[in-house]
Protein backbone atom coordinates (compact mmCIF):
# COMPACT_ATOMS: atom_id res chain seq x y z
CA UNK A 1 0.00 0.00 0.00
CA UNK A 2 1.39 3.40 -1.63
CA UNK A 3 1.61 5.70 1.45
CA UNK A 4 -0.79 9.01 1.51
CA UNK A 5 1.02 11.80 0.33
CA UNK A 6 0.51 14.38 2.62
CA UNK A 7 -0.51 17.70 1.78
CA UNK A 8 2.25 20.16 2.52
CA UNK A 9 2.12 23.41 3.31
CA UNK A 10 1.22 25.35 0.25
CA UNK A 11 -1.25 22.88 -0.67
CA UNK A 12 -2.63 24.07 2.46
CA UNK A 13 -2.76 27.17 1.72
CA UNK A 14 -4.13 26.60 -1.85
CA UNK A 15 -7.25 24.96 -0.41
CA UNK A 16 -8.16 27.66 2.58
CA UNK A 17 -7.77 30.33 0.25
CA UNK A 18 -9.67 28.88 -2.38
CA UNK A 19 -12.73 27.98 0.20
CA UNK A 20 -12.18 31.90 1.49
CA UNK A 21 -12.99 32.74 -2.25
CA UNK A 22 -15.91 30.63 -2.40
CA UNK A 23 -17.22 32.24 0.40
CA UNK A 24 -16.76 35.90 -0.28
CA UNK A 25 -17.98 35.44 -3.85
CA UNK A 26 -21.29 33.81 -2.36
CA UNK A 27 -21.61 37.06 0.11
CA UNK A 28 -20.35 39.85 -2.86
CA UNK A 29 -23.42 37.70 -4.79
CA UNK A 30 -25.61 37.79 -1.68
CA UNK A 31 -25.40 41.69 -1.37
CA UNK A 32 -25.92 42.11 -4.87
CA UNK A 33 -29.18 40.77 -5.02
CA UNK A 34 -30.15 42.86 -1.53
CA UNK A 35 -29.43 46.18 -3.42
CA UNK A 36 -31.31 45.24 -6.41
CA UNK A 37 -34.06 43.91 -4.47
CA UNK A 38 -33.87 47.02 -2.56
CA UNK A 39 -33.98 49.00 -5.13
CA UNK A 40 -36.79 47.24 -6.88
CA UNK A 41 -38.72 47.99 -3.17
CA UNK A 42 -37.96 51.61 -3.37
CA UNK A 43 -39.68 51.81 -7.26
CA UNK A 44 -42.59 49.51 -5.94
CA UNK A 45 -43.18 52.13 -2.92
CA UNK A 46 -42.99 55.17 -4.91
CA UNK A 47 -45.03 54.51 -7.90
CA UNK A 48 -48.49 55.30 -7.50
CA UNK A 49 -51.00 52.72 -7.07
CA UNK A 50 -53.74 51.60 -9.52
CA UNK A 51 -57.13 52.22 -8.22
CA UNK A 52 -60.64 51.22 -9.60
CA UNK A 53 -63.04 53.87 -8.60
CA UNK A 54 -66.86 53.16 -8.40
CA UNK A 55 -68.54 56.69 -8.00
CA UNK A 56 -71.94 57.14 -6.44
CA UNK A 57 -72.99 58.09 -9.64
CA UNK A 58 -72.44 54.56 -11.04
CA UNK A 59 -69.43 55.06 -13.27
CA UNK A 60 -66.20 53.24 -13.14
CA UNK A 61 -62.98 54.19 -14.38
CA UNK A 62 -59.47 52.86 -13.43
CA UNK A 63 -56.87 55.59 -12.87
CA UNK A 64 -54.12 56.40 -10.17
CA UNK A 65 -54.59 57.68 -6.77
CA UNK A 66 -52.65 61.07 -6.52
CA UNK A 67 -52.59 63.94 -3.92
CA UNK A 68 -56.47 65.79 -3.57
CA UNK A 69 -55.23 68.78 -4.35
CA UNK A 70 -53.17 67.63 -7.62
CA UNK A 71 -53.91 68.62 -10.93
CA UNK A 72 -55.02 65.69 -12.39
CA UNK A 73 -58.04 65.41 -9.49
CA UNK A 74 -59.10 69.67 -10.39
CA UNK A 75 -59.04 68.34 -13.93
CA UNK A 76 -61.17 65.27 -13.40
CA UNK A 77 -63.89 67.17 -11.08
CA UNK A 78 -63.69 70.31 -14.14
CA UNK A 79 -64.14 67.38 -16.99
CA UNK A 80 -66.96 65.83 -15.14
CA UNK A 81 -68.71 69.00 -14.52
CA UNK A 82 -68.54 69.93 -18.41
CA UNK A 83 -69.77 66.69 -19.53
CA UNK A 84 -72.64 66.76 -17.16
CA UNK A 85 -73.43 70.10 -17.83
CA UNK A 86 -73.13 70.25 -21.83
CA UNK A 87 -73.36 66.60 -22.98
CA UNK A 88 -77.43 66.48 -23.18
CA UNK A 89 -79.97 65.65 -25.64
CA UNK A 90 -83.35 67.54 -26.03
CA UNK A 91 -85.50 64.48 -23.77
CA UNK A 92 -83.19 63.51 -20.97
CA UNK A 93 -82.08 65.63 -18.24
CA UNK A 94 -79.18 64.22 -15.71
CA UNK A 95 -80.25 65.45 -12.82
CA UNK A 96 -78.12 63.20 -10.86
CA UNK A 97 -75.07 63.45 -12.33
CA UNK A 98 -75.59 67.55 -11.36
CA UNK A 99 -76.19 66.23 -8.06
CA UNK A 100 -73.28 64.29 -7.55
CA UNK A 101 -70.71 67.24 -8.90
CA UNK A 102 -72.03 70.05 -7.99
CA UNK A 103 -72.85 72.36 -4.47
CA UNK A 104 -76.10 73.58 -3.66
CA UNK A 105 -75.29 76.85 -4.72
CA UNK A 106 -73.66 75.36 -8.13
CA UNK A 107 -76.76 72.99 -9.00
CA UNK A 108 -79.00 76.22 -9.03
CA UNK A 109 -76.64 77.81 -11.33
CA UNK A 110 -76.30 75.00 -13.42
CA UNK A 111 -80.48 74.40 -13.16
CA UNK A 112 -80.84 78.17 -14.78
CA UNK A 113 -78.73 77.79 -17.82
CA UNK A 114 -80.30 73.98 -18.28
CA UNK A 115 -83.98 75.41 -17.67
CA UNK A 116 -83.28 78.71 -19.64
CA UNK A 117 -82.19 76.25 -23.07
CA UNK A 118 -84.58 73.29 -22.39
CA UNK A 119 -87.64 75.09 -24.74
CA UNK A 120 -84.32 75.06 -27.36
CA UNK A 121 -83.52 71.75 -26.92
CA UNK A 122 -87.48 70.52 -26.96
CA UNK A 123 -88.60 72.38 -30.11
CA UNK A 124 -85.05 71.53 -32.19
CA UNK A 125 -84.71 68.19 -30.73
CA UNK A 126 -81.41 68.68 -29.99
CA UNK A 127 -78.19 66.41 -28.97
CA UNK A 128 -75.17 67.87 -27.81
CA UNK A 129 -72.02 66.75 -27.27
CA UNK A 130 -68.25 68.28 -26.29
CA UNK A 131 -66.33 67.44 -29.50
CA UNK A 132 -62.77 68.07 -27.95
CA UNK A 133 -61.71 70.16 -24.43
CA UNK A 134 -58.84 71.35 -22.58
CA UNK A 135 -58.45 72.27 -19.09
CA UNK A 136 -57.04 75.30 -17.03
CA UNK A 137 -56.83 76.04 -13.72
CA UNK A 138 -55.27 78.23 -11.10
CA UNK A 139 -55.36 78.82 -6.99
CA UNK A 140 -56.93 82.52 -6.50
CA UNK A 141 -57.59 83.20 -2.73
CA UNK A 142 -57.15 79.77 -1.22
CA UNK A 143 -59.73 78.66 -3.74
CA UNK A 144 -59.31 76.02 -6.86
CA UNK A 145 -60.77 77.56 -10.28
CA UNK A 146 -60.74 75.25 -13.32
CA UNK A 147 -61.66 76.73 -17.37
CA UNK A 148 -62.78 73.98 -19.79
CA UNK A 149 -62.48 75.21 -23.16
CA UNK A 150 -63.87 73.25 -26.56
CA UNK A 151 -66.11 72.70 -29.22
CA UNK A 152 -69.58 71.53 -29.02
CA UNK A 153 -71.15 69.87 -31.60
CA UNK A 154 -74.69 70.37 -31.70
CA UNK A 155 -77.20 68.75 -33.89
CA UNK A 156 -81.11 69.14 -34.47
CA UNK A 157 -84.50 69.70 -36.49
CA UNK A 158 -85.82 73.17 -37.26
CA UNK A 159 -88.52 73.60 -39.45
CA UNK A 160 -88.56 69.92 -40.19
CA UNK A 161 -84.63 70.20 -41.81
CA UNK A 162 -81.59 68.44 -39.81
CA UNK A 163 -78.57 70.43 -38.97
CA UNK A 164 -75.43 70.38 -37.71
CA UNK A 165 -72.94 73.24 -36.44
CA UNK A 166 -70.46 73.84 -34.15
CA UNK A 167 -70.07 76.03 -30.94
CA UNK A 168 -66.88 76.70 -29.32
CA UNK A 169 -67.56 77.25 -25.52
CA UNK A 170 -65.88 78.79 -21.91
CA UNK A 171 -66.85 77.30 -19.14
CA UNK A 172 -65.08 78.83 -15.56
CA UNK A 173 -65.99 77.32 -12.86
CA UNK A 174 -65.06 77.70 -9.11
CA UNK A 175 -64.36 74.77 -6.75
CA UNK A 176 -64.80 74.16 -3.14
CA UNK A 177 -63.53 71.03 -0.74
CA UNK A 178 -65.80 68.59 -0.40
CA UNK A 179 -66.47 67.81 3.29
CA UNK A 180 -67.85 64.47 3.03
CA UNK A 181 -64.97 61.71 1.88
CA UNK A 182 -67.66 59.54 0.21
CA UNK A 183 -67.69 62.37 -2.87
CA UNK A 184 -65.76 64.18 -4.76
CA UNK A 185 -62.81 65.77 -3.74
CA UNK A 186 -63.76 68.98 -5.18
CA UNK A 187 -67.15 70.21 -6.67
CA UNK A 188 -68.51 72.79 -8.19
CA UNK A 189 -69.38 75.88 -6.20
CA UNK A 190 -70.04 78.51 -8.88
CA UNK A 191 -69.80 78.96 -12.85
CA UNK A 192 -70.09 80.75 -15.95
CA UNK A 193 -70.69 79.90 -19.41
CA UNK A 194 -69.95 81.35 -22.76
CA UNK A 195 -70.20 80.01 -26.10
CA UNK A 196 -70.94 81.28 -29.84
CA UNK A 197 -71.03 79.76 -32.99
CA UNK A 198 -68.28 78.87 -35.08
CA UNK A 199 -68.27 80.39 -38.92
Request: proline letters at 2%; hydrophobic letters at 40%.
Amino acid sequence: MAAEKKPDMYELVRRERRIMSIWLAFHLLCVTFLLIGLFFVYQYMTMPDRVIVLARDLSVYLGNSAPVESGRVIEDVALRAAYALLSRRYDVRNERMLGFIFTKRGQGQAKGYLNDTQEMFETRRVYQEIESSEVDFSLINGQYHALVKGVLVRSGVYFGHSYSNRRDFALMMRLERSSNDTELPFKVAGMRYWEEEQE
